[in-house]
């Protein structure tokens, strides 16, 4: 098995391949040059998800929210401060429910803000609720 993984660029939605030990090293996209990880949640919109959650060879933890939902604007720094510690080994991203209620309705949420994390293109874990960053970080560890 190759050491390689298979990592989404989230500034032009290229697939990269980068050896598993350089994905600590800032890779750059071969297509955009920008960097693969930059600490910060990725926007996924229904035009983009299929490529970061089916393509990307790392595990990709989405936050479900909405601008309304107190409870999600009170999650959304630790949301950022997560990306920064789970970044290079997972891809954290966010959906807006608002304006993509079509991949809200395809995964079954029910109440915001929720957690899914994929891995090889399928949910393999789901956690409603707002968190604080250790049990987030617990929680994304746990399911790896």
Known sequence: MSDAQHIVCPHCAGVNRVPAARLTQAPKCGKCKQPLFDGKPLE??????????????IPVLVD???PWCGPCKMMAPVFEEA?????PHV?????????????AGQ??????????????????????GAMDLNSLTRWVRSQL
Not at 44 to 57: K, P, Y
Not at 91 to 103: C, G, H, S
Not at 117 to 122: E, I, K, N, S, V
């Open 44 to 57: 996924l919109t229904a035009t983009n998800f299929r490529q970061h959650i089916g393509r990307s060879d």
């Open 64 to 66: 479900f929210w909405a």
């Open 83 to 87: 990306a920064m510690q789970l970044e």
């Open 91 to 103: 891809r954290v991203a966010k959906v807006n429910t608002e304006t993509e209620q079509t991949l």
């Open 107 to 128: 995964f079954g949420i029910r109440s915001i803000p929720t957690l899914a994390l994929f891995r090889g293109g399928q949910e393999v874990a789901h956690q409603a």
